[in-house]
Nanobody
Framework: QLQLVESGGGAVQPGGSLRLSCAASGFRFNYYAIGWFRQAPGKEREGVSC????????KYEDFVKGRFTISRDNAKKMVYLQMASLQSEDTAVYYCAKGPYSDCVNYANDMKYWGEGTEVTVSS
């Protein structure tokens, strides 16, 4: 059974850092791109970042470029999102997701399977 389980969320002050993790199981992990998404209170879910199946290609939305770093460990079936310089606008539930492709070309529209999410709160 396909599973994606996020962890690592929490409360942090503005300017702080967090590392989110996504543990995958139930599918050939190294075949697929994995994306991170977020949904802030009262807003629609939006794409944040994506990493291709082999990890050689990454994609970031403009609002996290230079602050967030996505990575993956195919041997461990894990994807990470290192978040730095966090701002109150980053407060959201963060989800990892899997689509049917190995690349991130259209990741924001491709994803079919989602984890339950992990909550990130940035507040002083």
């Amino acid at each position: 059974q396909l599973q994606l389980v996020e962890s690592g969320g929490g409360a942090v002050q503005p300017g702080g850092s967090l590392r989110l993790s996504c543990a995958a199981s139930g599918f050939r992990f190294n075949y697929y791109a994995i994306g991170w998404f977020r949904q802030a209170p009262g807003k629609e879910r939006e794409g944040v970042s994506c990493i291709s199946s082999g990890g050689s290609d990454t994609k970031y939305e403009d609002f996290v470029k230079g602050r967030f770093t996505i990575s993956r460990d195919n041997a461990k079936k894990m994807v990470y999102l290192q978040m730095a310089s966090l701002q109150s606008e980053d407060t959201a539930v963060y989800y990892c997701a899997k689509g049917p492709y190995s690349d991130c070309v259209n990741y924001a529209n491709d994803m079919k399977y989602w984890g339950e999410g992990t909550e990130v709160t940035v507040s002083s």
